[in-house]
């Protein structure tokens, strides 16, 4: 039997049932990405889906990705090109029996998916929940409506009941497994970014100095949990605002799926066994139930998350003016600490969650801006983008999502508890300082 493995944000060997499951079934297994040309288009909004900072944490990631399956003797098929066009060619030309993938379930993704499985019926599809902490089949819910609306009964309820499912790996398939065809990565320059943007550097001070990757992301967890041990003060330093080590920065890895929420429990455990147990420790796992949460309320609403209303189908009066979007984006608001957060992402792709939340309430709270436009530069800018987090969190702070309180923040109060010498604000605005 013949597997194709699809990959999307499941850019991982180890700990992917997908990949798992396609080797134990199938003698041959070759993996595909494609390189969508839809996620590089303009939005309604005028600015790229998709941003440099993304796509080239994510050509890494295909890069890593590539030569960890050649590994184990998996060739990885990687194109630029439309899904619906590609995999029933490489279906047909490798005389593909079962395609194994991902399960998502928000509309982009499942109307492209939707139209491979029309153009090629006679091929069988298995896919997999494999973004989650806990497991969609393990929780105490028969359907998705049942999921509650605050966070911390949903947290309390998972906590009692389930367990986190074990990880899986995969062992080398014979060498005769790979394929002749091989594939090159493209450059930024190939998917149409000019050749300027094509060799961009994040600036020396980016708080995310990284690249992307299965291998780098085990690297961050060495670095952070064993190395230098920074998990065991998490819950201390997570409001951060400046360098690498306030919070994990695990999110982009995990947004791709470069690395599984269950891989980072169990390192979680092992800390706790070998080094400390605390406060702290715990705090990275309930910071994860959060990831969780937003998900299964994406599961529940489907694509209210994407509505001016949101979840809570609440009517408020949103702004479209553009002259806003331009001083928020380009950091020329008369708040110097929206403006400094915002001109990170600018530059880097990064913000912090204090930042994040800061920038969204002034956005959608203060300016009462429609939140969907900030949503979607979050999406365009950021290299951790995740759909349920971002529009998640954006319907949080937007006051039409799960915030049982609907709090506004108050910036300059956040400046003074947050940056009280003004560091970071300094950082980034005037930045021949640094
Ligand atoms: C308006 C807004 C938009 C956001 N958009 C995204 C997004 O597109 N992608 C994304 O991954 N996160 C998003 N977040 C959540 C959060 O800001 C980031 O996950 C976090 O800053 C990433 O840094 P870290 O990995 O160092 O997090 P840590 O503090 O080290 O937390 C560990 C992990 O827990 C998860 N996590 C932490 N906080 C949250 C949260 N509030 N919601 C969901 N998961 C969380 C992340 O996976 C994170 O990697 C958003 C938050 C806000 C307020």
Redo the contacts with the bound molecule.
Sequence with gaps: MNGLVWFRNDLRTIDNHSLYNACRENEKVIGIYCLDPRHLETTQYGFKKTEKFRTQFLLETLAELQQNLAEKNITLLVYYGYPEQLIPEVAAKYQIDTIYSQNEWTQEEVDVENEVRNLIPAVNWKTYYDQFLFHPDDVPYEDWEKIPEVFTEFRKQLEKKIRVRPTVSITAKPISNLIKEKTTIPTLEDLGFDSETSEFKQPNKTAFPFKGGENKAKKRIRDYFWDTKKLAVYKKT?NGLVGKDY?????AW??NGSISARMIYWEVQQFEKKVVKNEDTYW?IF??I??DY?KYISLKHGNKIFQLNGILQKEYHWNQNTKAFNQWTNGTTPEHFVNANMIELQKTGWM??RG??NV?SYWAKEWEQDWRIGAAY?ESM?I???VH??Y???MY?AGVGNDPRDRKFNIKRQAEMYDSDGKFQKMWLIPELF
């Design positions: 997570r919070s994990s920065k695990l999110s995990l947004a990275l910071e994860l959060w990831r937003f912090s969650n994040r939340q969204a979050f950021l951790d983008y995740d987090s971002n998640g969190n954006w702070n």
